[in-house]
């Protein structure tokens, strides 16, 4: 089994920056993309930044030069860090883990970000 603890999350002002990690831990098979999702109360997750084995990414049009994901595989971690932060960045956070080839799937327990002056 496959565990995901996410880290970082707080709350910011706007304008400010945060850090979030997750470290990935137990046996993961074969080859993996790395992603972060996020949930706002009231609206439905939605794909912020993804990162492959290779190091390719893609991110939401609204965080585009402001976020920036990256991963160790050798460390099974993958962090997220945020620029330019704004209050509808505010949303709950959640690391996830899917297999590329055999279909498996993994979820943090989420860390909440809230930007607020």
């Known amino acids: 089994q496959v565990q995901l603890v996410e880290s970082g999350g707080g709350l910011v002002q706007p304008g400010g920056s945060l850090r979030l990690s997750c470290k990935a831990s137990?046996?993961?098979?074969?080859?993996?993309?790395m992603g972060w999702y996020r949930q706002a109360p009231g609206k439905q997750r939605e794909l912020v930044a993804a990162?492959?084995?290779?190091?390719?990414?893609n991110y939401v049009d609204s965080v585009k030069g402001r976020f920036t994901i990256s991963r160790d595989n050798r460390k099974s971690t993958a962090s997220l860090q945020m620029n330019s932060l704004k209050p509808e960045d505010t949303a709950a956070y959640y690391c996830?883990?899917?297999?590329?080839?055999?279909?498996?799937?993994?979820w943090g327990q989420g860390t909440q970000v809230t930007v607020s002056s």
């Open positions: 990162i492959s084995n290779g190091g390719n990414t």
């Open positions: 137990g046996s993961i098979y074969g080859i993996y993309t």
């Open positions: 996830n883990l899917r297999g590329d080839y055999v279909k498996y799937e993994y």
